[in-house]
């Protein structure tokens, strides 16, 4: 039971998670902290959050939990303005699509003291939509959520975070934050800027039609998370640069691969490369569970 | 009305054109020719075809119309062995989705007196079923039907074969067949190629664990035509190889941008090209129509 909750960005995540743990009974009190008034007051209104603020350093004051569901951008300085008002035994977490990053941010914003009660996570959920609109109840129901933990971590606090994500359906496990960079660059980050290039590389092409226009099915599905917030994705791209550079590197190594078989007309090769690729698409699909 | 249709390969492409014609009354008899027995039994069963040929030579004796429905790799050969025998005055088309190459079997294989009756072909549509089991009379229902007609093109050839395809509720249209080679490379090939190197990629990533247990919806959507047929899309790009080869050259670059921009931790550059693809990408959405 949490007694206050405290939410840094009642957005689709953030909201999502309130109205989870309030229909699980897990919470008594939701603070919801943000820039814009109108969407604070729509919270309120749909009984999202209980108050709400302006100031991140006055929204926390008594917080029990408090969870930063702000942009990869903005964690850092959300952290350092909260520290001086945190309540000593208060936990903190985050929800950021990059986890090194974030928490080199907290290892220079928080005291020492308050580090251990710091725990790194990151909910894989996620929507078309976006905004406390489109929050609900259900959103983190058979959905992954990696906690990341520090050397230095609280058990207690570990076990606090791991309850709350698991009160609202979630599965939740732990990993090195060095390989969820990894693993997300692979299987999110990668994808994205891949989709973005895509499109750009059509709106380059120098032909007397827009190519786009004869665009089927496939192409539609393909380019999907293009259509993702580009503000939110330069912020993932830049915070977790390293591991997503290397990830790029390791695609254009696999896309040359592919570009020589073609180039000396390799049918063979060329079966291979594409049986291989639809074999572990289809084990993954039809081990996969999940929306 | 087509007296005698002749389909050469009786799969999900061939079948559902003749299901279609059926349906709309627009043709008396069809003839269907493939290799695998068993398909054109079941071919006959469900009432696709009329009556089964494993001999192309012999399928199109008295054919008015013949369609040759068959993998790229395929299609010359195809052309060879009907030549001899085709009436005077069928008309032949092909549902091939890349034409230059198709173009250059053609004039290879058909009398110069026959060419002006080959009438290129190419409808954008597909499944992820295959085969005359999952042949219907709707595929081609607001999907559009690309000709690339020859230079040498009888117009009442091409008349009918625009005629065959909009009784299927397609929309047809005529381009230049280099033109269709770079759309369709740029719009189909290009997008596969890389979902299969999305795929082969992360099978070669050196991590601890298995990065695809962890993907998520955008992962999903991205490489759902990595679970394409590999020899049809081996054929596809070894077909369509000059264009396909250009437009993975662009990919490179446009991904090449992306990858310099994060070098240099350029939120700007980031932000804008992802905004770019967003935008059209979404413009895309909004003037699509088709499934």
Not at 104 to 110: H, K, M, S, V
Not at 148 to 176: F, H, I, K, N, R
Not at 215 to 233: C, E, K, L, V
Request: glycine share 8%; charged share 20%; proline share 4%.
């Amino acid at each position: 039971m949490i007694d206050t909750l405290c939410i840094i960005g009642v957005g689709l995540i953030g909201g999502s998670l309130a109205r989870a743990l309030r229909e699980a009974g897990l919470v008594r009190r939701v603070v919801g902290c943000g820039r814009d008034a109108g969407n604070l007051a729509r919270a309120i209104e749909l009984g999202v959050i209980d108050e709400a603020f302006h100031d991140p350093a006055q929204a926390v004051v008594g917080a029990d939990m408090v969870v930063v569901a702000v942009t990869l951008g903005a964690t850092g300085e959300i952290l350092q303005r909260i520290a001086p008002s945190l309540k000593a035994d208060a936990i903190v977490t985050d929800v950021g699509s990059a986890k090194a990053c974030v928490i080199e941010a907290a290892r220079q914003a928080l005291a020492p003291s308050a580090l251990p009660r710091f725990v790194p996570g990151h909910p894989i959920a996620g929507a078309e939509k976006s905004g406390v609109e489109a929050a609900n109840a259900q959103l983190y129901q058979r959905h992954r959520v990696i906690l990341t933990p520090l050397p230095e971590q609280s058990a207690a606090a570990l076990a606090s975070v791991v309850a709350m994500w698991e009160a609202t359906g979630a599965e939740v496990l732990c990993m090195d934050a060095t390989l969820h960079d990894q693993v997300l660059a692979a299987t999110s980050h990668l994808p994205h800027v891949l989709a973005y290039a895509m499109v750009n590389c059509l709106l380059d092409l120098d032909t007397p039609v827009s190519v786009m226009d004869y665009a089927a099915g496939g192409f539609r599905d393909f380019t999907r998370i293009a259509s993702s917030n580009p503000p939110m994705w330069r912020d993932i791209a830049l915070n977790n640069a390293p591991a997503l550079l290397a990830m790029i590197g390791h695609f254009e190594t696999s896309l040359g691969q592919l570009r020589q078989a073609l180039e000396a007309r390799d049918a063979v090769a060329l079966e291979q490369a594409f049986s291989r690729a639809k074999t572990a698409r289809d084990d993954y699909l039809s081990r996969s569970i999940r929306i």
